[in-house]
């Protein structure tokens, strides 16, 4: 592992950090997300060094950094504001970090220059760091902190301050450099787009904790609380109730809709619990058909929305409201009309559980 | 239309820096230039301006030395008393120096302190090092106080980033703190320089206020004007003036156009 986070808690008195693990492998690009104040900043300024941890440990390399001064950690940072030095200009803003470890000037020189013309960023060399744009600041900052070679990267919501056009075209740009400088980064942000564009790892993080972490796919897909599911865009979660258990065949009942579940899991008979499925799992048909999916119910479409590429429909069985994501072209032959009766199916593996207690022990706990 | 209360405020304003600057003024009316000259190159005159300038230079330069650590750490580090250590240093702004002057007078010319320093060669009391300690004393507070708020407006992000960039903690005050804090470093020297030279009450009780050996321009106004040498008393004021004047001048010239790494 080259990054381990162990049971990291931080106490800054009206906020805490609590049992926060991390693993990164070397080259990862981690993406966290969560809610504002969740704690994210401060996770990555304590990685960094700028909080003492109370409890946990901090694994570089198979070597603890707990303790280790920032300035001997070989992690870098970029901020949200960017906080480009205003005694300096660009170009001795890009060096100041390689200078400490680079004396020959010529050296420097060839390297901000390098690095400059990958961001594209080499015609503002001598500006003052005032005048810069919202992306050029952003591109400054962000060279400063690779030029070193960073152990590890951190970016805390470096995109925030740009356009969505900006944001598309730099993303790019700023992928490029950091995978050519085969650095491993940790990257704070709000946006989705940040996770399915750049990242290989997700972490969710929510009132000092971290709920879930893992592969991009794995989390999107198979969410382990309420909160990562909703926070993620899992749309289909509903509150029910165990009424049944079988063959590693969990039967929930939501409002009066059977919904099964496979795999084992630990809940009792009556015991409340909240399911969710992912729009995408979810296959409409005219008819009902027999095969080996297990859910199939029925229910009135009442809503048809064009999001980007791809269509959601909304579907009410008995009174609960299920989203469902399909092509155009499925739309056109299904014939797929408000107030349409339709079959909705999606296989028993693709129905997953969330405990109750933890999940909304998740939303609440501090 | 400007309101009632705009205008009453703004005349109040007016009327008063008037009689201000009037009463500023009447200074320069007085003496004839003759007598001002005069004044200026005498013995007496000439040696306080020397004695003023170089104790408060000495002083302003010891209080910078000092304060700037202090208000670095009342501004980033959190310590056990540090809101004791504030409201102390803050203290001696609230009562008249003349009461620090006694209170040093007592420290330093107790049996006891005063024989240990003496055997080290050390004299505080009716000496020239008495008024550089009295001005230190008096000085150090404001020059704290402005510091602190300098500091405060750094970011300190701009120092975690030099320090996740590989830099230890000296050389990131050295390379972005310090020149950060320039504006404000600049200001409270100033400000530091120009308290170290008007202060009165303190430097004559530590320095005792002896002809040619402890006496500064503001003591030099005090006994010239009792002993009715008026000529030489209002020149001594209007040095003190000018400096001021100067003071001010320099301050807004390059300490308020400066203030970096605000926000
Ligand atoms: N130095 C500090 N001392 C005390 N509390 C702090 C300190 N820094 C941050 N906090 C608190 O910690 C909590 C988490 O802050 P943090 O900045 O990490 O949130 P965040 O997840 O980055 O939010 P955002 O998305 O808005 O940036 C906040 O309540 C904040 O007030
Ligand atoms: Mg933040």
Redesign the interface.
Known sequence: MFLEVKNLCVDLGQFHLTGVNLNLEKNDYMVIIGPTGSGKSVLLETIAGFFQPQTGKIFLEGEDITNLNPEKRGISIVYQDYVLFPNMNVFENIAYGLEKKVKDREVIKSRVYDMADRLKIEHLLDRNPETLSGGEKQRTAIARSLIVEPNILLMDEPFSALDVNTHAYLTELIKKAISDYQTTCIHVSHNFNDVWSLAEQVAVMKNGKILQQGIVADVFSKPCHNFVADFVGVHNIFEGEVVGKSKGITDVKVNQNLILHSSDTDTNDDKKVMVAVRPENIIFSNQSFVSSIRNQLKGIVTDIILIGPTVWVEVDVNGTTFKGIITPSSLDILGIKKEKEIYLSFKSVNVKIIDEEQSYSALFSA | MRSKLEISFISISFIFTSILFLIIGSLFVIPSFEGFVNAFFSDEIQFALRLTLSTSIIAAFGVMIVAIPTAYSLARYNFPFKSAVKSIIDLPMAFPEIVLGIAILMLFGNPLIGSILHSLGINIVFTTTGIIIAQFFVAFPYSVRILYSTFNYV?P??E?????????ELETLK??TL??AKGGIFASSVVTIARCIGTFGAVLLVGGGTYLKTETLPIAIYYNLSLGSIDNAITAAIILVLISFIAIFVLEKYAYQNI??A?
Not at chain 2, 160 to 168: A, D, H, I, P, T
């Open positions: 970011n992000r701009y975690f980033v030099s320090r996740s960039l590989g830099y230890g390379n972005i020149p950060l970096e790494g926000g």
